[in-house]
C-alpha cells in the first residue's frame, strides 16, 4: 500500500473541509480500493495466460503475498 504523507492528507482536507484522521482513512480506504482493483485485473490477466511458465509463477506468488497481507 502507498505511504500516505502529511500532505495528501492536508490537500485531502483542503479539498473536503474534513478533519485529519478523517482524510486519512480516507485516503487508506482509497487507496486500499486501488491495489485491489490492480490485483482483481492481473487475477485475470493470469487466468488467461497461454503460457504459464516463470512469469505466471512469480506474479502468483506476488497476489498470494498481497492476499496473504491484507489478512
Not at 485516503?27 to 503460457?51: F, G, P, Q, S, T
Amino acid at each position: 500500500m502507498k505511504q500516505i504523507t502529511a500532505e495528501d492528507v492536508r490537500a485531502l482536507q483542503k479539498e473536503t473541509g474534513e478533519g485529519l484522521m478523517w482524510c486519512k482513512q480516507e485516503l487508506k480506504r482509497r487507496w486500499a480500493e486501488e491495489e485491489k482493483e490492480e490485483m482483481i485485473k492481473e487475477v485475470e490477466r493470469l487466468y488467461h495466460m497461454d503460457d504459464k511458465g516463470s512469469e505466471y509463477d512469480e506474479r502468483l506468488r506476488d497476489i498470494l503475498l498481497y492476499l496473504v497481507g491484507r489478512v
